[in-house]
Each structure stands twice: as structure tokens, then as C-alpha cells.
């Protein structure tokens, strides 16, 4: 089964628009973590934010939050007030506390901010 | 920016040749992994590193294998290239290993196998 589970490949969103990319996870471990990455075009990997499995508030950074729904094991990246600049490939990923050597990485979203 | 350098950024080379890939940090981080991306797999572990000389397998090492003689610098080598090997190699680094832990990455080498 797939650890991390991104279901949408491309979104599109206007300028200084909020939008939201979903991913939903799989584990059965109580203690994880949750990160959000930006791949621009010019290839780099950035990290953007990250939530504990025990954290009881969203993360928040800057522009960028967390939807952290722990039941429905779900961690939704939320951009504000979107900007060209936000156009990139954004990966969720989770570390387990078993084997917490790996990052698992989903699929991916390709996000389009439309001027 | 996390201090991380790979080498080469781009390299194409024939099937059956051997090649290494370099990851050079300046952080001083114990822990050093090599993923690759692909479309439609996101990016999956190869091998990591816990310390200098102390290498583990990731969740695609078959044809790989990685060495890690200094704390800075972790290789990648394939052995004999494939075609099924063409990919984007990341390295990632980090400080420890645990679950809240976020990886840093490499800017990233372009291996095409012809």
C-alpha cells in the first residue's frame, strides 16, 4: 500500500487565490512526521513546513499551512494568497518513528498560478 | 541554504559503463541519503548513510552501491548503468534521525543512460 497518497496530478489557481493540495497517509505507527516540499522548475527540492503526528495545532508558515486531520489521516498543504512564484511541484512525505532512515514521498501535485 | 553539493549536475554516459555520483556537505550531518525521482513514483530511498563507514539499503538499491569514507562526502555508484537507471539522483542530508526530522536535498544530477 502506498504510504502517501497524492490524488491530484495538476491544479490550477488564480493569482492571490488560496489553494489547497491533499494528501492522505498510511501508517501505524502513533508517532510521525509530515512534510510538505516545492520543486520549482529549476529542480531543487525546499522544504516548506512540517506537522508531528502529536502536534495539536496546524502548522503554519508564512503563506503556507497545514491541514492536519489526524483521523482521516490527512495532511492538506493550504498556499494564501497564491503568487506566480507558487508555480512548482509540491511533494508530501512522511518519517516514521519505524524506520524513520526514509522519507516516503508521494506522487506529487503540479500547481499552476494563473496571472 | 543547507550546504550541500553534488557533482556533476548532468551526465550522460552508455549502457554497461560504471559511474559514481558525488554528494558533498558542509553541515557536518551524520545522516546522508540518496534518493531518485522518477515520474509517477515521487522520489524513493536508494541507500543512506548513519556515519561514516555504516551504509544501509533503501526501497530501490538493486544495482547500486554507496561508500561514505568521510562524514562530508557520500557516493553513489552504479556499477554497470542501465537504462532503467536514467533518473533524477537527489542527495539529502540530515541532522538526526527521527521522526520530526526534515531532509535537506542536493540540488539534484540528471543521469541519462543511452
Known amino acids: 500500500a502506498q504510504k502517501i497518497t497524492q490524488t491530484q496530478p495538476g491544479m490550477f489557481v488564480q493569482e492571490k487565490e488560496a489553494v489547497t493540495l491533499d494528501c492522505t497517509y498510511d501508517?501505524?505507527?502513533?508517532?510521525?512526521?509530515l512534510f510538505w516540499y516545492k520543486q520549482p522548475s529549476s529542480g531543487e527540492m525546499i522544504f516548506l513546513i512540517y506537522q508531528g503526528s502529536y502536534d495539536e495545532q496546524n502548522a503554519t508558515e508564512g503563506r503556507y499551512s497545514l491541514n492536519f486531520q489526524k483521523a482521516r489521516k490527512s495532511a492538506n498543504l493550504v498556499i494564501s494568497a497564491s503568487q506566480l512564484g507558487d508555480s512548482a511541484m509540491y511533494f508530501c512525505?512522511?518519517?516514521?518513528?519505524?524506520?524513520?532512515?526514509?522519507?516516503?514521498f508521494g506522487t506529487g501535485t503540479r500547481l499552476t498560478v494563473i496571472p | 541554504d543547507a550546504g550541500i553539493t553534488q557533482s556533476p549536475r548532468h551526465k550522460v554516459t552508455e549502457t554497461g559503463t560504471p559511474v559514481t555520483l558525488r554528494c558533498h556537505q558542509t553541515e557536518n550531518h551524520r545522516y546522508m541519503y540518496w534518493y531518485r525521482q522518477d515520474p509517477g513514483h515521487g522520489l524513493r530511498l536508494i541507500h543512506y548513510?548513519?556515519?561514516?563507514?555504516?551504509?544501509d539499503k533503501g526501497e530501490v538499491s538493486d544495482g547500486y552501491s554507496v561508500s561514505r569514507s568521510k562524514t562530508e562526502d557520500f557516493l553513489l555508484t552504479l556499477e554497470s548503468a542501465t537504462s532503467s537507471q536514467t533518473s533524477v539522483y537527489f542527495c539529502?542530508?540530515?541532522?538526526?534521525?527521527?521522526?520530526?526530522?526534515?531532509?535537506?536535498f542536493g540540488q539534484g544530477t540528471r543521469l541519462t543512460v543511452v
Open positions: 512525505a512522511m518519517r516514521e518513528m519505524t524506520g524513520a532512515n526514509n522519507l516516503f
Open positions: 548513510s548513519y556515519g561514516v563507514k555504516d551504509t
Open positions: 539529502a542530508i540530515s541532522e538526526v534521525y527521527r521522526e520530526w526530522t526534515e531532509a535537506f
Open positions: 501508517t501505524s505507527d502513533q508517532s510521525y512526521g
